[in-house]
């Protein structure tokens, strides 16, 4: 169940990126504006997201975002931002195709929090919409799944 996309280092210091290819890249700033760009409004009637944990890993799935957000247009792709509550420096990016709502973020610490946040974003890309962060927490030591 890997997800087959690439993660990225998203550097949290800047306020601003510009996506180029399912790669984002820094243009400049001092602040943490560019969450709100990536993420754009959170869509407070999505609620279709459901993590499970493991010691190593996180499986993530959802149901797409509502139609009062879509509209007319339809999901073209969806981004993963996580990374530990703790850290302070840099979130992890995963680019899903629209038709991918189960993925697993592996490699994780056992016993940590981590934050998530589910985008969608829409085919003429006018509309970002979010789940809102979520915390989960994988589980404590034994042997990594």
């Known amino acids: ?8 280092n998203v550097q949290v210091r800047a306020n601003f990126f510009e996506e180029k290819d399912k ?4 243009i400049g700033g001092k602040s943490n504006y560019y969450i709100f760009f990536l993420s754009g409004e959170t869509l407070d009637s999505w609620t279709g997201i459901q993590a499970n944990a493991s010691n190593s890993f996180i ?8 139609n009062s957000f879509l509209g007319a247009s339809s999901v073209e792709k969806y981004l993963i931002l996580y ?16 038709d991918k709502t189960l993925v697993r973020t592996s490699r994780l610490v056992s016993f940590t929090n981590y ?6 974003i829409t085919t003429d890309e006018s509309q970002r919409g979010n ?5 989960v ?9």
């Open 23 to 26: 790669e984002i890249k820094y």
């Open 59 to 66: 499986d993530l799935s959802w149901t797409p975002p509502p």
């Open 83 to 98: 990374r530990p509550i703790s850290a302070q420096d840099c979130y992890r990016a995963l680019w899903l195709p629209a």
């Open 1 to 8: 169940m890997e997800s087959g996309v690439p993660e990225r």
């Open 115 to 120: 934050s998530f946040i589910l985008v969608a």
């Open 131 to 135: 789940t809102g962060w979520i915390r």
């Open 137 to 145: 927490q994988t589980d404590e030591g034994g042997k990594p799944d």
